[in-house]
């Protein structure tokens, strides 16, 4: 079992730009998850999706933000335009069942200049 | 709604020295309880769960306990190492729910 893989690792970008970060969830997980760390403000749930589907994004910041799960190996976040403050740790997680824990990826660290 | 209140950190401690990570929860029903740990530079990954009240979770010489006459789930080392450091979450999920809700996490610093 490879885990949750994301890319890219590290992502430095100019603000305007436009970055998309990628996940690949565990095989057989149906659940997917985004997160954004922060000091500030910690751990925070944008979204997360069932089978491909997109079913809670009250999380995401603003409409800059936007997630795609096209099928159930491959999940996007995509932040267009880019500012400063997106500046944070993204993760990507995949579960497969009630009560069970969420398994991590190792994270995007996206710097915005 | 669901809230889950740790200690805040960091917790400096010399080796071999016994750590103990407060957490307590609120929620309604009976939700699983978590701790996560984060290592620098990685995501976090389960520690141990406990589902059930009375239950104990342990790993890699960690303990947690689910309490539910306190809604605690406090995280106990014997004797901790240097390669402990890193920064724990505490978490819950309600029962039959996929969504977690996590605490702000402890920073654990060990020196030799």
């Known amino acids: 079992d490879a885990g949750v893989i994301q890319s890219p690792r590290h992502e430095v970008t100019e603000m305007g730009q436009e970055v998309t970060l990628r996940c690949k969830p565990i095989?057989?997980?149906?659940?997917l998850f985004w997160y954004r760390q922060t000091m500030m403000r910690g751990l925070e749930l944008l979204i997360y999706?069932?089978?491909?589907?997109?079913?809670?994004d009250s999380g995401m910041p603003e409409d800059r933000f936007s997630a795609k799960m096209p099928n159930a190996s491959f999940s996007t976040l995509k932040i267009q335009p880019s500012e400063p403050r997106d500046s944070a740790v993204y993760f990507c997680?995949?579960?497969?069942?009630?009560?069970?824990?969420?398994?991590f990826g190792n994270g995007t660290r996206l710097t915005v200049t | 709604g669901d809230s889950v209140t740790q200690m805040e950190g960091p917790v400096t401690l010399s080796e071999e020295a016994f750590l103990t990570i407060n957490c307590t929860y609120t929620?309604?029903?009976?939700?699983?309880l978590f701790w996560y740990v984060q290592y620098p530079g990685e995501g976090l990954q389960l520690l141990l769960k406990?589902?059930?009240?009375?239950d104990k979770g342990s790993n890699k010489g960690f303990e947690a306990t689910y309490r539910k006459e306190t809604t605690s789930f406090h995280l106990e080392k014997g004797s901790v190492q240097v390669s402990d450091s890193a920064v724990y979450f505490c978490?819950?999920?309600?029962?039959?729910?996929?969504?977690?809700?996590f605490g702000r996490g402890t920073s654990l610093i060990v020196h030799p």
């Open positions: 997680a995949s579960t497969h069942g009630r009560d069970s824990p969420l398994h």
């Open positions: 095989s057989g997980h149906d659940y």
């Open positions: 999706f069932n089978n491909n589907v997109p079913i809670d």
């Open positions: 929620a309604t029903g009976y939700p699983s």
């Open positions: 406990a589902t059930k009240a009375d």
């Open positions: 978490a819950l999920s309600p029962r039959g729910s996929y969504i977690p809700t």
